[in-house]
């Protein structure tokens, strides 16, 4: 059944019966429509396009997110699961984590430091803490710089899980 009928199928709601099978077709029709006006939006210009893990290359870095003299997250064992676990490309404030940055009062790099920073490539983020929505990206902050210098407002980041995140954090003995 057509969406177009949809205002038939609701006076036919009230003239008799009709079965279950024609109110989900009617409800499919509905979201298919969704759908393509959805695909019409993610084409505007600047949107960022959403990535698979389970596609990216990462390359080893050999590099650790150190958290001060506690320990450090492996960011080379963080792209392993990323790659050995697919998931969908989440969207990453790029404000929100630069004030996050100036609020720590990490130092600002410069565009020199930043010239090779691929913002197409997605930002790891950790999940710290699932029930408090606490978050910290791990690999990226290059990215960021340079996402924010440029004024881009989103890029796209995989998200670990709060038992991955336990899971690379390397505890300093």
């Known amino acids: 059944m057509a969406v177009s009928g949809g205002f038939n199928l ?27 006006s959805l695909g019409r939006i993610a084409a505007i210009p600047f949107q960022p396009q959403h990535a698979n893990s389970g596609t990216v290359e990462f390359a080893p870095s050999g590099e650790s997110f150190s958290v001060g003299e506690v320990g450090g997250y492996d960011v ?15 969207d990453v404030d790029v404000a929100y984590w630069q004030d996050y940055a100036d ?3 990490w130092p600002r790099l410069t565009d020199q430091e930043c010239s090779t920073a691929d913002c197409s490539i997605p930002l790891i983020v950790a999940t710290v803490s699932d029930k408090d929505k606490n978050f910290l990206i791990i690999d990226g902050w290059h990215r960021i ?3 924010f210098s440029r004024g881009q407002k989103v890029l796209q980041g995989f998200r670990l899980t709060q038992d991955e995140t336990v899971q690379i954090f390397n505890a300093t003995a």
């Open 145 to 147: 710089q340079k996402a």
């Open 103 to 105: 609020q720590m009062e």
């Open 76 to 90: 080379d064992q963080a792209k392993e699961l990323l790659g050995g676990f697919p998931r969908e490309s989440v």
């Open 10 to 36: 609701l006076d036919s709601v009230f003239k008799s019966m009709i079965t279950l099978s024609e109110i989900q077709s009617f409800v499919n029709d509905l979201f298919k429509i969704s759908a393509r």
